[in-house]
Nanobody, 123 residues
Framework: QVQLVESGGGLVQTGGSLRLSCAVS????????MGWFRQAPGKEREFVAS???????YYADSVKGRFDISRDNARNTVSLQMNSLKPEDTAVYYC?????????????????WGQGTQVTVSS
C-alpha cells in the first residue's frame, strides 16, 4: 500500500505562485511514476503533470510553461511549482502514483491517490 499526503494549497491572487508538495510512504517511491491532477467543481478530474521514476516530465497544454513538476527520490516527495496562476487554475489538486507504463494522462492509470489540497486563485 502507498500513502500520499498533499500540502501547500491555499488562496493566491492572479499571477501569483504556489508550491504543492506530496509526501509518499509505504513502498519504494522510486518504483512509481507520479502525477498531479485537479478537479474543479462540476468538472471531471483532469491531468496536470506527470514525472517518471527517472525524471521525465509531461504537462497538460493548459499549464505548460507555467507549472513545473519535480521529485526527490531520497525524500520520497513530489512537488508542483505553479507560477502565473489564473482563476481557471482553481481546483482541488491531487497527487497520484502509478506503477508501470500506463498512459500518464489517464486517471484510471493511477493506483494510489492523496486526499487533495484546495487551490483558489482570485481575480
Amino acid at each position: 500500500q502507498v500513502q500520499l499526503v498533499e500540502s501547500g494549497g491555499g488562496l493566491v491572487q492572479t499571477g501569483g505562485s504556489l508550491r504543492l508538495s506530496c509526501a509518499v510512504s509505504g513502498r519504494t517511491f522510486s518504483n512509481y511514476a507520479m502525477g498531479w491532477f485537479r478537479q474543479a467543481p462540476g468538472k471531471e478530474r483532469e491531468f496536470v503533470a506527470s514525472i517518471t521514476w527517472n525524471g521525465g516530465t509531461y504537462y497538460a497544454d493548459s499549464v505548460k510553461g507555467r507549472f513545473d513538476i519535480s521529485r526527490d527520490n531520497a525524500r520520497n516527495t513530489v512537488s508542483l511549482q505553479m507560477n502565473s496562476l489564473k482563476p481557471e487554475d482553481t481546483a482541488v489538486y491531487y497527487c497520484a502514483a502509478r506503477r508501470g507504463g500506463a498512459a500518464y494522462y489517464r486517471v484510471a492509470s493511477y493506483n494510489y491517490w492523496g486526499q487533495g489540497t484546495q487551490v483558489t486563485v482570485s481575480s
